[in-house]
């Protein structure tokens, strides 16, 4: 399967179930629910009962694995964070601007972003 078409299967998430990603990402698999539900409470607090729905949700959309261990379960994403932004940053590149890249860097101009990072962006863009 080529790279490009791997992004295509990847469908955007809610920000919620991001935000467990996001945690899953940041921390070395299988992660058990307590760790991750320790994590939400710092920022995004939910019920224990929200986030294990949230997890079986990812779990049923292939992002993220479960495995019993024990009384309880562990889990570990199938999604990396790279490639999930690949086929995100693609799908809002494509829909929002049209796929024209000077249109988004116009956005992106205009957005506030910082002259270092758009001179970061311009050093990543020349290594590619």
Do not use: N
Request: hydrophobic share 35%; net charge neutral.
């Amino acid at each position: 399967m080529k790279k490009s078409d791997k992004h295509k299967e990847i469908r955007r998430i809610p920000d919620t179930e991001l935000y467990v990603m996001q945690i899953l990402w940041d921390m070395e698999p299988p992660v058990k629910r307590a760790e991750i539900e320790a994590k939400m409470q710092e920022k995004h607090p939910v019920a224990q009962t929200t986030l294990l729905t949230l997890l079986t949700r990812l779990a049923e959309k292939d992002f993220v694995k479960i495995e019993k261990e024990g009384r309880g379960s562990v889990y570990t994403p199938l999604v990396g964070k790279e490639e999930y932004l690949a086929c995100q940053s693609k799908r809002f590149l494509e829909r929002v601007c049209g796929g024209s890249i000077p249109a988004f860097a116009a956005a992106l101009s205009d957005s506030g972003i910082s002259k270092e990072d758009l001179a970061t962006l311009r050093e990543l863009l020349r290594e590619e």
